[in-house]
């Protein structure tokens, strides 16, 4: 698959770039807890990014919520919430 790029370290179109089932880590900071997040069909660019970037479609359609609304887009009286949360648990992933 052919992907444009959204790093600094990537310009222009980034050819042949494998499509994977992949985890990544999140590290809370303040309990100190880490998640291991397994994401399929996630294309892969190794050490070339430095950040996961999550689909937050892809999260939809596996039964997630995921609170993305921009932040400019935001209505002024409700608080940004930029989580993952999965329903019927307690659990959400800032």
Same mark, same amino acid.
């Not at 996630?42 to 892809?58: H, S, Y």
């Not at 921009?70 to 307690?90: E, F, G, Q, R, T």
């Given at each position: 698959?052919?992907?444009?790029?959204?790093?600094?370290? $990537?310009?222009?179109?980034?050819?042949?770039?494998?499509?994977?089932? =992949?985890?990544?880590?999140?590290?809370?900071?303040? !309990?100190? /807890?880490?998640?291991i997040l397994i994401i399929g069909q996630a294309i892969f660019l190794g050490k070339d990014v430095d950040?996961?970037? $999550?689909?937050?479609?892809?999260?939809?359609?596996?039964?997630?919520? =995921?609170?993305?609304?921009?932040?400019?887009?935001? !209505?002024? /009286?409700?608080?940004?919430?930029?989580?993952?949360?999965?329903?019927?648990?307690?659990?959400?992933?800032?």
């Amino acid at each position: 698959m052919n992907v444009s790029s959204f790093s600094s370290k $990537l310009h222009g179109v980034v050819a042949d770039v494998p499509i994977v089932k =992949a985890a990544t880590t999140y590290d809370d900071p303040l !309990p100190g /807890d880490t998640y291991i997040l397994i994401i399929g069909q996630a294309i892969f660019l190794g050490k070339d990014v430095d950040n996961t970037l $999550l689909c937050p479609n892809q999260l939809r359609c596996n039964g997630l919520i =995921a609170d993305d609304c921009p932040v400019h887009l935001a !209505p002024k /009286d409700k608080p940004l919430l930029h989580l993952i949360i999965v329903p019927d648990s307690n659990f959400q992933l800032p």
